[in-house]
T-cell receptor, first 112, second 113 residues
Framework: DVKVTQSSRYLVKRTGEKVFLECVQD?????MFWYRQDPGLGLRLIYF???????EKGDIPEGYSVSREKKERFSLILESASTNQTSMYLC???FGRGGPQHFGDGTRLSIL | AQSVTQLDSHVSVSEGTPVLLRCNYS??????LFWYVQHPNKGLQLLLK??????LVKGINGFEAEFKKSETSFHLTKPSAHMSDAAEYFC???????????FGTGTRLKVLA
């Protein structure tokens, strides 16, 4: 079974802090994704990566950056956290184009 | 352009009765279609996938879905609901050959004892 592990289930940070969310997958998938999920807005894609050191902006990249130095790890960085970034963050990985995504359990991030 | 419409935001069924969650899609090319389930404070779990093979797709936990190209639908069904099926369900479409996934807005399933 594919396992996608997000480093924290719950995280509380302060405005202005630099925040790192980590995601690791164990199935050698080349594609990895970061989404945020908000009530009434559904899942929105922040960034995705289709190979090591490659990244593409999703629908809402503002205020975020990503890093993919190794195939199994994809990090989401909030450069200067703001209260409107309080959300559930979901990481996913997939093999090939259009293949099923496998999700982690999510990180519920609160910015105070 | 791709799009997904989940026709019901909330569905309530009694335990032991059939479940039907409706999904319509539009896609320019040959789509891949997926159903996911999300329990509270958890990630999305893949229930089943359609990728241009058999039109009737069987998934985990007794769920299945039928791809109907003429109706552009991919409805999720289960013959008999269980209390543990109470969750939110998402229909997702992706065009083969792309990295883009379009998520429906979700259907919250309530199972009454």
């Amino acid at each position: 079974d594919v396992k996608v592990t997000q480093s924290s289930r719950y995280l509380v940070k302060r405005t202005g802090e630099k925040v790192f969310l980590e995601c690791v997958q164990d199935m050698d998938h080349e594609n990895m994704f970061w989404y945020r999920q908000d009530p009434g807005l559904g899942l929105r894609l922040i960034y995705f990566s289709y190979d090591v050191k490659m990244k593409e902006k999703g629908d809402i990249p503002e205020g975020y950056s990503v890093s993919r130095e190794k195939k199994e790890r994809f990090s989401l960085i909030l450069e200067s956290a703001s209260t409107n970034q309080t959300s559930m963050y979901l990481c996913a990985s997939s093999f090939g184009r259009g293949g099923p995504q496998h999700f982690g359990d999510g990180t519920r991030l609160s910015i105070l | 352009a791709q799009s997904v419409t989940q026709l019901d935001s909330h569905v309530s069924v009694s335990e032991g009765t059939p479940v039907l969650l409706r999904c319509n899609y539009s896609s320019s090319y040959s789509p891949s279609l997926f159903w996911y389930v999300q329990h509270p404070n958890k990630g999305l779990q893949l229930l089943l996938k359609y990728t241009s093979a058999a039109t009737l797709v069987k998934g985990i936990n007794g769920f299945e879905a039928e791809f109907k190209k003429s109706e552009t639908s991919f409805h999720l069904t289960k013959p008999s609901a269980h209390m543990s099926d109470a969750a939110e369900y998402f229909c997702v479409v992706s065009d083969l050959g792309t990295y883009k996934y379009i998520f429906g807005t979700g259907t919250r399933l309530k199972v009454l004892a």
